[in-house]
């Protein structure tokens, strides 16, 4: 399975950024499906994850109520969409997959396959 993330940018604080992540592999859609992200200097951190239908999403506390996951089967790709960007949310974001299709997963280490990370630089 290989990911890849895509649609970072510049954008000025309150602002928005669409992410996308396609993904090869027939079995996408039994997929758990995540994005993390690693600002400068500090540890991996989850921001979303949602399960195989998009039926149920799961959030980090600094993401609810700004960010949203969603999928489509057809095209094999995850999409997190930010609004109300903050200087915070600067980092390069990844996604991941978990072939097994747990629910919800928040750990970097239950995910399987991880794509290369696309920069989002949030200015003031």
């Known amino acids: 399975v290989q990911l890849q993330a895509s649609g970072g940018g510049l954008v000025q604080a309150g602002g928005s950024l669409r992410l996308s992540c396609a993904a090869s592999g027939r079995t996408f859609n039994r997929y758990t499906m995540g994005w993390f992200r690693q600002a400068p200097g500090k540890e991996r951190e989850f921001v979303a994850g949602?399960?195989?239908?998009?039926?149920?999403?799961f959030y980090a506390a600094s993401a609810k109520g700004r960010f949203t996951i969603s999928r489509d089967n057809a095209k094999n790709t995850v999409f997190l969409q930010m609004n109300s960007l903050r200087l915070g949310d600067t980092a390069v974001y990844y996604c991941?997959?978990?072939?097994?299709?747990?629910?919800?997963?928040?750990?970097?280490?239950?995910?399987?396959?991880w794509g290369k990370g696309t920069l989002v630089t949030v200015s003031s």
């Open positions: 991941a997959a978990d072939p097994a299709g747990r629910v919800p997963i928040i750990r970097g280490v239950e995910y399987t396959y």
């Open positions: 949602i399960n195989w239908n998009g039926g149920s999403t």
